[in-house]
């Protein structure tokens, strides 16, 4: 990888410092001193001229010097004795004659000055504007080339994508072996689109497809190709596809194509009509190349539903590649693949790590493992522990620790029922996500406490009942502030947010109101696309609109109705916890089940007798 320094003033600004020391120098050791004729006859006549050269008009010497240590002088004189040469003979001083020629002279006097100047004032355009483009290149595609050794990575560097990894093994194997696709008059797609949440490893992906192929990558934005000259970003894509052509076969990946290949007509009648010419040229050049030739496009998006239905039709990009959120066993192999990177680590359960991070992506993943790295640094531990690994998820979850906050004693004491009502609600109903850990210890933006819920599988579908009880402990914190002062605070403000948007999608997306029925009301997806001011038509009448308010208003008095009860009932389980909390400042989940004389039976939760 190239080093690239940035340009100081001050490096002219010393060189210029070290050349006038130089000709300062240069001209105090060899300075010629000017002399009169008759100084130079009495120098003749007392020895001292060493030697001479005479020309027309002047005579140059240099005198001997009077001791060893002192510093030969050098002198000129007006030549006014035509008959110098014999007086130079009578006194036995060796000489010679030379043509004065004066264009040397003309030439450093004048000529190189202007090439110095020219020199460095081209040198420092060239370091101050660096990004500023040539007029014959505005056209040119700014894509990137990488050679299967710049890119580095193979399938070997991806995990948890295995679907979406067979899915790419016929392009290498097409791009490895045309003939064997040729020979049944087969047909690769011209163009592959991965779609996936961000962070999911899709230009991950792309790289190690050209790595696996050892062909040349073309790597491009899509934003990349909208400029702010109309029809410059047209003029890049098929330079861009030109370039493709001579150096088949090659893949060219575009990321983040949505920026390019917006829907048509989206944004009322404020289209951007360079971006809309530079998608017409993608989708005429998609039409217009040969897929035997060896050129395969790739593109990488996560907002797949704005794309143009013209770009998504068969012989465009026809085939998707879906790159999603990996599961328990893929996460598990990502973070081996990331642990391979850290030099010391200690006794690891992986496993565990992985139930502990459902949910996130690779880059999430990558992130957890450097943050647990930094923190046994921090630490000064031999070895990265799962201790570490804990508290880095702590960190990408809930934010960062901030001990330092003060909090007052009042306040103190309401994050910890606040915190302990989520908690004791959680534990006391079926089908909910294990409790790992309460504390008050304030984290991130705003979080002056939190109770830390992680699932032990990944899920993917939800049924009413366990909905229902997402709300009710989420509404916990707010029934423990109403059970013990007969108050409520402004702490569940996000808690009501969050009870609220599950309670509206259950009635207007999955069909869970026995009043509304098995209807979907969400409305079109594309209308958050709209310009400001602009609106998109209802899809239900204002009487509709009035019940979806009354049935999401029901559902969540009806579950903070269970919590309010939960929380009254083991009112003294509450007061118990409190205690322990606002001494040690943090609880695990089983502390908490000890303290509820909770016993974990299998998948129920049972109380000792």
């Given at each position: 990888?190239?080093?690239?320094?940035?340009?100081?003033?001050?490096?002219?600004?010393?060189?210029?410092?070290?050349?006038?020391?130089?000709?300062?120098?240069?001209?105090?050791?060899f300075a010629v001193k000017t002399i009169p004729y008759s100084e130079f006859v009495i120098y003749l006549e007392q020895g001292k001229i060493a030697e001479v050269a005479v020309s027309e008009n002047q005579i140059q010497g240099r005198l001997n010097p009077e001791t060893e240590s002192e510093r030969e002088v050098y002198f000129k004189t007006i030549r006014v004795d035509p008959e110098t040469s014999k007086?130079?003979?009578?006194?036995?001083?060796?000489?010679?004659?030379?043509?004065?020629?004066?264009?040397?002279?003309?030439?450093?006097?004048?000529?190189?000055?202007?090439?110095?100047?020219?020199?460095?004032?081209?040198?420092?355009?060239?370091?101050?504007?660096?990004?500023?483009?040539?007029?014959?290149?505005?056209?040119?595609?700014?894509?990137?080339?990488?050679?299967?050794?710049?890119?580095?990575?193979?399938?070997?560097?991806?995990?948890?994508?295995?679907?979406?990894?067979?899915?790419?093994?016929?392009?290498?194997?097409?791009?490895?072996?045309?003939?064997?696709?040729?020979?049944?008059?087969?047909?690769?797609?011209?163009?592959?689109?991965?779609?996936?949440?961000?962070?999911?490893?899709?230009?991950?992906?792309?790289?190690?497809?050209?790595?696996?192929?050892?062909?040349?990558?073309?790597?491009?934005?899509?934003?990349?190709?909208?400029?702010?000259?109309?029809?410059?970003?047209?003029?890049?894509?098929?330079?861009?596809?030109?370039?493709?052509?001579?150096?088949?076969?090659?893949?060219?990946?575009?990321?983040?194509?949505?920026?390019?290949?917006?829907?048509?007509?989206?944004?009322?009648?404020?289209?951007?009509?360079?971006?809309?010419?530079?998608?017409?040229?993608?989708?005429?050049?998609?039409?217009?190349?040969?897929?035997?030739?060896?050129?395969?496009?790739?593109?990488?998006?996560?907002?797949?539903?704005?794309?143009?239905?013209?770009?998504?039709?068969?012989?465009?990009?026809?085939?998707?590649?879906?790159?999603?959120?990996?599961?328990?066993?893929?996460?598990?192999?990502?973070?081996?693949?990331?642990?391979?990177?850290?030099?010391?680590?200690?006794?690891?359960?992986?496993?565990?790590?992985?139930?502990?991070?459902?949910?996130?992506?690779?880059?999430?993943?990558?992130?957890?493992?450097?943050?647990?790295?930094?923190?046994?640094?921090?630490?000064?531990?031999?070895?990265?522990?799962?201790?570490?690994?804990?508290?880095?998820?702590?960190?990408?979850?809930?934010?960062?620790?901030?001990?330092?906050?003060?909090?007052?004693?009042?306040?103190?004491?309401?994050?910890?029922?606040?915190?302990?009502?989520?908690?004791?609600?959680?534990?006391?109903?079926?089908?909910?996500?294990?409790?790992?850990?309460?504390?008050?210890?304030?984290?991130?933006?705003?979080?002056?406490?939190?109770?830390?819920?992680?699932?032990?599988?990944?899920?993917?579908?939800?049924?009413?009942?366990?909905?229902?009880?997402?709300?009710?402990?989420?509404?916990?914190?707010?029934?423990?502030?109403?059970?013990?002062?007969?108050?409520?605070?402004?702490?569940?403000?996000?808690?009501?947010?969050?009870?609220?948007?599950?309670?509206?999608?259950?009635?207007?997306?999955?069909?869970?109101?026995?009043?509304?029925?098995?209807?979907?009301?969400?409305?079109?997806?594309?209308?958050?696309?709209?310009?400001?001011?602009?609106?998109?038509?209802?899809?239900?009448?204002?009487?509709?609109?009035?019940?979806?308010?009354?049935?999401?208003?029901?559902?969540?008095?009806?579950?903070?109705?269970?919590?309010?009860?939960?929380?009254?009932?083991?009112?003294?389980?509450?007061?118990?916890?409190?205690?322990?909390?606002?001494?040690?400042?943090?609880?695990?989940?089983?502390?908490?089940?000890?303290?509820?004389?909770?016993?974990?039976?299998?998948?129920?939760?049972?109380?000792?007798?």
């Open positions: 990888m190239k080093k690239h320094h940035k340009f100081s003033i001050w490096y002219f600004i010393i060189g210029i410092w070290l050349v006038l020391l130089t000709q300062n120098y240069l001209a105090t050791s007086l130079l003979d009578k006194h036995h001083v060796k000489y010679s004659g030379t043509i004065e020629s004066t264009l040397i002279r003309d030439i450093l006097s004048w000529i190189l000055p202007v090439f110095i100047f020219l020199g460095v004032w081209f040198f420092l355009m060239k370091k101050m504007m660096p990004q500023q483009p040539g007029f014959m290149s505005l056209g040119k595609s700014k894509a990137k080339i990488y050679k299967q050794e710049d890119t580095g990575l193979t399938f070997e560097d991806v995990a948890g994508v295995e679907e979406a990894q067979a899915e790419l093994e016929e392009v290498i194997d097409f791009l490895k072996n045309p003939d064997k696709f040729s020979e049944f008059g087969g047909l690769m797609p011209k163009g592959l689109l991965l779609v996936g949440p961000p962070g999911t490893g899709k230009t991950m992906l792309a790289k190690a497809v050209a790595g696996e192929s050892n062909v040349p990558f073309y790597s491009i934005s899509g934003s990349e190709f909208v400029e702010m000259f109309v029809g410059l970003g047209a003029a890049r894509v098929r330079d861009l596809f030109e370039e493709a052509k001579k150096n088949s076969p090659c893949i060219i990946f575009i990321d983040e194509l949505d920026a390019l290949g917006k829907a048509r007509g989206i944004g009322g009648y404020g289209g951007h009509d360079e971006r809309e010419q530079t998608l017409n040229q993608l989708l005429v050049e998609l039409d217009g190349f040969d897929s035997n030739i060896g050129v395969i496009l790739m593109a990488a998006t996560n907002r797949p539903e704005v794309l143009d239905p013209a770009l998504l039709r068969p012989g465009r990009f026809d085939r998707q590649v879906l790159v999603d959120r990996p599961d328990k066993d893929g996460r598990k192999k990502i973070l081996e693949v990331h642990l391979k990177k850290v030099k010391k680590v200690g006794d690891l359960d992986i496993d565990r790590l992985a139930s502990m991070t459902a949910g996130m992506v690779g880059a999430d993943l990558a992130n957890l493992v450097n943050e647990a790295t930094l923190l046994a640094v921090r630490a000064k531990n031999d070895k990265v522990e799962m201790a570490q690994f804990e508290e880095a998820v702590e960190r990408l979850i809930a934010g960062l620790e901030k001990k330092n906050r003060l909090i007052n004693p009042k306040e103190r004491n309401i994050v910890a029922y606040h915190e302990l009502g989520h908690a004791i609600v959680s534990m006391s109903l079926p089908d909910t996500d294990p409790v790992q850990k309460i504390t008050i210890v304030p984290r991130g933006i705003a979080a002056l406490g939190y109770t830390m819920q992680l699932p032990t599988e990944d899920r993917y579908l939800l049924s009413k009942t366990e909905l229902l009880n997402k709300i009710a402990i989420l509404l916990g914190g707010r029934a423990a502030e109403l059970t013990v002062f007969n108050e409520i605070s402004t702490g569940a403000h996000n808690d009501l947010a969050k009870a609220t948007d599950i309670a509206r999608s259950m009635v207007i997306e999955y069909g869970m109101s026995e009043r509304l029925g098995q209807v979907y009301l969400k409305g079109d997806p594309t209308a958050q696309f709209l310009q400001p001011g602009l609106h998109a038509a209802a899809e239900y009448s204002n009487e509709t609109s009035h019940m979806i308010d009354e049935e999401v208003r029901k559902i969540i008095d009806e579950q903070y109705q269970v919590a309010l009860d939960i929380l009254k009932e083991r009112k003294d389980t509450l007061e118990k916890a409190v205690k322990i909390l606002l001494d040690k400042e943090k609880i695990s989940g089983d502390e908490l089940k000890g303290i509820m004389g909770i016993v974990d039976m299998g998948s129920d939760l049972q109380e000792e007798e």
